[in-house]
């Protein structure tokens, strides 16, 4: 098996020797921001380790270069659990992220909503998450380093960095906690009724390994929902992957200018 320190010397012989600062994964409707990285696009299928994500909407390349003036792999596509009941199918790529020298990971997703104050278009930064489906990314992990702490596992400072971010652009920027459902298939109004209960303002089907990952790995973390929905048994909208690949770019476009305030802003 491929290390991925090899595989970081595979990218940077393509991409250069300079350290990245920051990694940042893509989900739906965010595709395009990749294509403003001055740098090169290496396709996952290149690179050991990496996933080979295979969800329309999604581009599997890492582009690794300068956005904003910063040092960053910006990853085109993320694996989710559904696609191979593999909870851990981003170890590899986050592995590689930290070889590269990155010690922070923003994530984003396309989310459906739980509460009326957070529609679809918006953006919601996770302050929290509920792992609703009990699986664990680290299972299978023989170090005791597999008991990792998430208490402010979506990193404060991260955060404020954020809302920072957005109060300059003028964009509404609400906080939440995002419960992960495995999927493919949608919830059902009783489920979403049931996360509700317990909490969650949003749902989705990634980022939850992710950040369990990033902070097993030792980066500092934090992740941004664009709504595209709400959720079951909240409006009549008729909810399918097309009709989220057809929103994600409403509120795609907000975090973009978020993302970029974000970068240019100094630490």
Request: charged share 20%; proline share 7%; aromatic share 4%.
């Amino acid at each position: 098996m491929t290390e991925p320190t090899e595989t970081a010397a595979l990218i940077r012989a393509r991409a250069g020797e300079e350290p990245v600062r920051l990694g940042l994964i893509l989900g739906s409707g965010l595709g395009h921001l990749a294509q403003a990285v001055d740098g090169p696009a290496i396709p996952y299928a290149d690179l050991p380790g990496f996933p080979r994500a295979q969800v329309s909407g999604h581009n599997p390349h890492l582009h690794v270069g300068l956005l904003e003036g910063v040092r960053v792999a910006v990853f085109g596509a993320r694996e989710h659990y559904y696609e191979n009941g593999n909870p851990a199918a981003m170890r590899g790529a986050l592995e590689t992220l930290k070889a590269l020298g990155a010690d922070r990971l923003i994530l984003t997703n396309a989310a459906g909503s739980l509460r009326p104050d957070i529609p679809p278009g918006d953006l919601m930064l996770l302050s929290d998450h509920i792992n609703y489906n009990g699986l664990n990314p680290l299972i299978g992990e023989r170090t005791d380093a597999r008991f990792v702490p998430m208490t402010d596992a979506h990193s404060p400072r991260l955060r404020a960095a954020l809302r920072a971010a957005a109060a300059a652009e003028g964009i509404a920027l609400k906080e939440g906690v995002y419960a992960w459902y495995s999927g493919p298939s949608f919830e059902t109004p009783a489920e979403i009724r049931l996360l509700r209960t317990l909490g969650a303002d949003a749902v989705g089907m990634s980022t939850v390994p992710e950040v369990i990952l990033a902070r097993f790995l030792g980066l500092e973390v934090a992740a941004v929902s664009t709504i595209t929905n709400m959720a079951a048994g909240l409006s009549e909208e008729r909810i399918s992957h097309d009709h989220t690949k057809a929103m994600a770019p409403l509120g795609a476009a907000k975090l973009e200018r978020i993302l970029r305030r974000f970068l240019s802003a100094p630490e």
